[in-house]
């Protein structure tokens, strides 16, 4: 384990960061479980399950790595290293949350065919969404496949290090930061971009009633897009210059842990955008809270009538 992470201070970040994830992408699957009915999901709603999905997986291994905790490691070298790529070098982790930036790409198109090319658009179905979602789960795991040869295992002193890659130095480094972080942020703020523009140009959009659901889940969407370009695009800098003259001795310093803490945030961050810009998801958080008290209330009443209740039965038996 990095020195930088190895504290108490850090720990308790990231344990708060996983709790958050967890919990509030656990309500935004549960709005949709309890309160949305199958057959009125639209693209948009199957790309905001697979974000909510994919935070509420990154909070669970938020917890089991290097950051938090890690079991032993395990005692035959084939499994140390898998032990190493898989929970220490974060390649699950970091897998889960460029799931997130391929949605966010998938939505982010989803929301200018919506705006821009309305007649294309109409003709999309729900079926159409999840083959995307089924390409952006393989084709995010298979670009964070360069883990498998940037960590090896010391399996004399039972722990995980950083490598150097062994092949491809000049094209290696390029092909990871641009599909990694500069073709999706670009094609993101690009279309985003073009969205802004062809509003500003459409006073309809902007005055008539009838596009202000179009509308607030085009902001939702933008919201969740910035929120993931400014939170890691720091950490996808910071990792490339390992590459450089730099190498890659920070990667155990503090600064770097802090651009992995503000890329980790994004796994809690969008169900709070969802609450401040959907009035429909802040009262579906509500009564889904409002709910759950009300039943852990409805169990303790309960509870104390069934004392009292036995209590006066053995009273009037003695």
Known sequence: MS???????????????????FLG??????????KRKRPTLTPFDIYVI????????????LIFNRFVYLP???????????????????YILFGLCYVSVYTCVALTIERWLAVVKPHIYRR???????ISLIFVWLWAFFIN????????????????????????????????LSFSCVLPFSIIIFLYSHIVWKIRRMENFLKQSKHNYKRRITIIGLAASAALVVGWTPVKVSFMLRYTGVGGKHLQGPIHLAFIMLASS???????????????????????????????????????REKKSTSKNLIELV
Not at 13 to 20: D, Q, R
Not at 25 to 34: A, D, R
Not at 161 to 175: A, D, H, R, Y
Request: with cysteine; glycine share 8%.
């Open 124 to 130: 999309i179905k729900n079926k159409n969404a999840l």
């Open 266 to 304: 994004n796994s809690f961050v969008n169900p709070i955008l969802y609450g401040i810009y959907s009035s429909k998801f802040r009262d579906e958080y509500k009564e889904i809270i409002g709910g759950f008290f009300c039943q852990i209330f409805t169990r303790q009443s309960s509870g104390r």
């Open 145 to 176: 496949s360069t883990v498998f040869i940037s960590v090896d295992e010391n399996f004399e002193k039972g722990k995980c290090k950083w490598v150097e890659p062994n092949f491809g130095e000049k094209i290696f480094p390029f092909l990871e």
């Open 72 to 90: 032993a490691m395990p005692n035959s070298q084939p499994n140390a290293h898998l032990f190493c790529t898989i929970l220490w070098g974060g």
């Open 25 to 34: 992408n656990g309500l935004v699957l549960g709005c949709y479980l309890k």
């Open 50 to 61: 697979n974000l909510a999905l994919s935070d509420v997986l990154a909070g669970v291994f």
């Open 3 to 21: 020195a930088a992470s190895d504290n108490w201070i850090s720990r308790t970040i990231f344990t708060t960061f996983a709790i958050a994830a």
